[in-house]
């Protein structure tokens, strides 16, 4: 067993003490945690996260609610990235058990988040007799997707930079700096504009439209921050802890985030909610000018539904996606469902710097129970219930 320094007993030491390795190579681990972690909340608000992901709700040949997601990142060991570095990652199942929740929940935690400044965490350290553990009781907080007893499913994906293209002066490529140009991007033909013919891009992207001396900037719009009077606030990732814990259905969740304010943990980034339970419905939930926005919808990637933006970010996915929807309009069997996850995986060698699809889940809403391929290998299949 991993020590644990800050608890020594009780429901979180027993909790860390639960930890179990799942793999063989120290991705994958299960824990259950039956202690108030709420008492630990005001720790989450500086941990930051991310993910590139998919996720798809439909009707299997029974009639059982399926929620499909992908969850897609890219974890270097101690932040380090270079062209040989391989990826890592520390996934664990969380059963949540808090005496003070209403409902049980099952979900998939992305331990990297814990501490992705330091790097503490990552493939192996859970059971490797000598890191301490004790940052992991807040597991339940970095769960990335989950269920809970009541069939109410929930995941968080980013979405792609959202602003404006501001104009600005005519500048030749040659004269900028070198820093100024791996930040520029290059429009040769009559009337392209970026707003229409450039893909994802970062805050302060320079586009030059060389054919008719014509500049523009990407401003970022700052991410989500809520400041009704009276309202707790919350990240996202809090929020959709709440929804498994306390809401049984879609409306309760929208209720419940109706009477939040929320806070992105990242001043540049921005997340949507896609949140799902038994009888069928889902949603996605949005951020937009502080406002929450609702949208009820079967599929989604990383690009806002409540506003057209740019779609370079999980477009190919989302029309993957939908074309499975058409094809199984009355109910998709399972391994449909699966195919349509195996498709969208971002699967690029551990070793290249790029996305990678660390998990494809299919939870059942109706029987309660989670598939799950681990690091794109889709010969195996784990299989929980709550």
Not at 197 to 215: I, R
Not at 252 to 280: C, M, Y
Not at 359 to 366: A, D, E, Q
Request: hydrophobic residues 40%.
């Amino acid at each position: 067993m991993n020590p644990h320094v800050r608890f020594q007993d009780g429901p979180f030491a027993e909790a860390l003490d639960s930890i179990r390795r799942l793999d063989e190579k120290g991705y994958f681990y299960e824990m259950e945690i039956a202690a108030d972690y709420y008492a630990l909340e005001a720790e989450v608000e500086k941990i930051c996260f991310g993910g590139g992901c998919s996720v798809m709700v439909t009707p299997n040949v029974k009639g059982e609610t399926l929620y499909c997601r992908n969850y897609d990142y890219n974890h270097f060991p101690y932040g380090k990235i270079t062209a040989t570095t391989d990826l890592t990652g520390l996934d664990v199942i969380v059963h949540a058990r808090n005496p003070q929740a209403k409902y049980e929940s099952l979900g998939v935690a992305d331990a990297y988040w814990l501490d992705a400044v330091g790097g503490t965490f990552f493939a192996g350290v859970l059971d490797d007799g000598e890191t301490d553990i004790s940052r992991a009781a807040i597991m339940p907080f970095v769960c990335m997707d989950g269920i809970n007893t009541a069939g109410l499913a929930v995941s968080i994906l980013a979405l792609s930079p959202d602003g404006d293209w501001q104009p600005i002066d005519y500048v030749e490529y040659a004269e900028l700096d070198d820093e100024t140009k791996k930040a520029t991007i290059l429009l040769k033909r009559e009337a392209m504009r970026p707003w229409r013919d450039v893909g994802e891009v970062e805050n302060g992207t320079l586009v030059f439209n060389t054919y008719e001396k014509l500049g523009w900037k990407f401003v970022q719009r700052p991410s989500v921050e809520q400041k009704v009077p009276g309202r707790p606030t919350l990240t996202q990732t809090t929020l959709m802890r709440r929804f498994l814990d306390y809401c049984g259905t879609v409306e309760e969740a929208i209720a419940l985030a109706q009477e939040t304010n929320v806070k992105a943990p990242l001043s540049i980034l921005n997340f949507h909610l896609v949140v799902a339970d038994r009888s069928g419905r889902s949603v996605v939930m949005e951020w937009v000018d502080d406002k929450l926005r609702v949208n009820d919808i079967d599929h989604v990637t990383n690009f806002y539904v409540t506003r057209r933006g740019s779609r370079a970010h999980g477009g190919d996915r989302d029309q993957v996606l939908a074309a499975a929807l058409d094809r199984w309009p009355y109910g998709m069997p399972e391994y449909a469902a699966k195919g349509a996850l195996q498709v969208c995986a971002a699967n690029l060698p551990l070793t290249k710097i790029g996305s990678f699809t660390y998990w494809s889940s299919i939870y059942n809403l109706s029987q309660g129970t989670l598939k799950l391929w681990h690091m794109t290998d889709y010969d195996k299949c784990f299989e929980f219930k709550l």
